[in-house]
């Protein structure tokens, strides 16, 4: 193989290797909000960025985030919330690859389904550290701050196995029973978390279906990896012009002795 070849398929290979899929585009970022890879720094979120499957985004106490992923669902993260996104597979012609499991560890969301929820809702998992919630072709919010708080808005919800299609519902110990509650009954913060996510009009980031996941992740852009790529190339391209050179002038020599020498 010559040099040149070798050189191209390094270069596939890292860019291979370092180019991944999205899960979520961020529609809307206020305040501060941060994205964090398994295993790295939180870093600011803004608006239009890409967030992976397995990114945990968290939010300060003035921090909103909406989260628009490629199947459609809708996913608004309020101020003080800590959400991971901890698996999550689309392909709008691979119903059967179909997975959505996300963790609420601190805080209050509204999520909104997508495809993924409709065609195959059993995929999908919202987690807190006391309940396990399911969808049903749902628009709902989840406030956890142990106790955890669930409610559909539209449609229903399963928690711990239990369906809720109305109301609200607590949830007091790790995968204990769904014990109905009145809004009224409801802790104040929790209160004025689901009063300020169920008046948001999530219709305006709602879009056609990506076909199949994003473009980048882990804080990795076009931007950041080409100009990389473009170095790696005109090196390439350096050391196989001088690869070739030298087979060239080695040939060159090895002609000029067979003819002076009999």
Not at 20 to 39: C, H, I, L, R
Not at 207 to 230: M, N
Request: glycine share 10%; hydrophobic share 50%.
């Amino acid at each position: 193989m010559k040099l040149w070849t070798r050189v191209l398929c390094a270069i596939l290979a890292l860019l291979h290797a370092s180019w991944a899929y999205s899960a979520a585009t961020v529609a809307s970022a206020v305040g501060d909000v941060k994205v964090a890879a398994p295993g790295a720094a939180p870093a600011a979120l803004a608006k239009g960025a890409a967030v992976a499957s397995g990114a945990t985004v968290t939010t300060g106490p003035t921090g909103r985030a909406i989260l628009r992923f490629d199947d459609g669902q809708i996913v608004a993260v309020h101020g003080d919330t800590t959400f991971r996104i901890d698996e999550y597979r689309f392909d709008a012609q691979k119903p059967e690859a179909d997975k959505g499991v996300f963790s609420l560890l601190k805080g209050a969301i509204r999520a909104l389904t997508g495809a993924i929820g409709s065609r195959n809702p059993q995929t999908v998992a919202f987690r807190t550290p006391q309940a396990t919630i399911g969808i049903r072709g749902t628009d709902f919010v989840v406030g956890s701050v142990n106790p955890t708080f669930a409610g559909p808005t539209v449609g229903g919800i399963v928690v711990n196995s239990q369906a809720v299609t109305s109301g609200f519902v607590q949830v007091l110990a790790t995968a204990g029973p769904a014990q109905a509650i009145a809004f009224s009954a409801l802790p104040p913060l929790v209160q004025a978390w689901f009063t300020e996510l169920i008046a948001l009009n999530l219709a305006v980031f709602a879009g056609s279906v990506a076909e199949g996941a994003g473009q980048v992740a882990a804080g990795l852009t076009a931007e950041t990896v080409l100009p990389w790529a473009f170095a790696l190339i005109a090196a390439g391209l350096v050391l196989a012009s001088d690869s070739d050179d030298g087979g060239d002038q080695a040939a060159t020599s090895h002609h000029s002795t067979a003819t002076h020498h009999p």
